[in-house]
């Protein structure tokens, strides 16, 4: 499912790079694909898509590409409902792992770690 979106990332509104912390805020029409299938008459962005995102914003900055091995972690707090703005956050640890935050407009949507992020899964 990551892969299905790579090429339809959402509308990024800012980004900032700032030693190993990642932010950027992006922007989710209703129309989006995102919300594809999830669910028909209630939409929000499935937990998975969070995950891709974040991902795919490690490999912007970070140099991460692929699959992330493991999440571990991840906690989905509350439902991004469209349209929506979020901010997501990556931060590269020591350890390899990255942490990631994702806000929305009513607070913290979800959290985790990714780990060992890597093409050859």
Do not use: C
């Not at 509104?13 to 694909?33: C, K, M, P, R, Y």
């Not at 997501?88 to 792992?97: K, N, Q, W």
């Amino acid at each position: 499912m990551i892969e299905r979106h790579v090429n339809h990332i959402p509308q990024i509104i800012s980004e900032t790079l700032e030693g190993d912390i990642v932010s950027a805020e992006f922007a989710i029409q209703s129309d989006s694909d995102w919300f594809d299938g999830h669910f028909p008459d209630m939409p929000v962005l499935p937990a998975v898509a969070q995950i891709g995102l974040a991902v795919e914003l490690a490999g912007r900055f970070h140099g991460a590409v692929g699959k992330p091995k493991s999440v571990v972690d991840a906690k989905f707090f509350e439902p991004i409902i469209p349209p929506a703005e979020m901010t997501i956050t990556v931060i590269l640890r020591r350890d390899g792992f990255y942490d990631f935050t994702v806000e929305s407009s009513v607070g913290q949507a979800s959290k985790g770690r990714l780990g060992d992020i890597h093409t050859d899964l």
